[in-house]
């Protein structure tokens, strides 16, 4: 079964950046690039939404809230996905989830298209705090 795992979450000040990780340490490195895996957010009281992904191809895709502040990224040899956000503002406050698809056709842009129902692995959440 994948295991996914995110770091990386804590309070950090509007203007300022975070990194968070998502880590699937049961997943071998020489299969780690036919899954589409991304990044979707929680705030409270709001919907879970697709922030960033990339797929088996390299193509990435954003949400038109976070793009060009964030950047979704992968490590082959640490089997490592990453997401980097700068210039963070309030309204990216919520818990940040690490999510994969096992369709091995599925794209960066149709997984933000499809939401959370196009993913089948999640991780727990990392909280991110954004403070003006």
């Known amino acids: 079964q994948v295991q996914l795992v995110e770091s990386g979450g804590g309070s950090v000040q509007a203007g300022g950046s975070r990194r968070l990780s998502c880590t699937a340490p049961?997943?071998?490195?020489?299969?780690?690039?036919?899954?589409?895996m991304g990044w979707f957010r929680q705030a409270p009281g709001k919907e879970r939404e697709g922030v960033a992904f990339?797929?088996?191809?390299?193509?990435?895709s954003y949400a038109d809230s976070v793009k060009d502040r964030f950047t979704i990224s992968r490590d082959m040899r640490k089997i490592t996905q990453y997401l980097q956000m700068n210039r963070l503002k309030a309204e990216d406050t919520a818990k940040y989830y690490c999510?994969?698809?096992?369709?091995?056709?599925?794209?960066?842009?149709?997984?933000?298209?499809?939401?959370?129902?196009?993913?089948?692995?999640w991780g727990k959440g990392t909280l991110v705090t954004v403070s003006s």
């Open positions: 999510a994969a698809s096992l369709d091995p056709s599925m794209t960066a842009i149709q997984a933000l298209g499809l939401g959370p129902a196009g993913m089948d692995y």
């Open positions: 990339v797929d088996s191809d390299g193509s990435t």
């Open positions: 049961a997943v071998p490195a020489f299969s780690y690039g036919t899954y589409c």
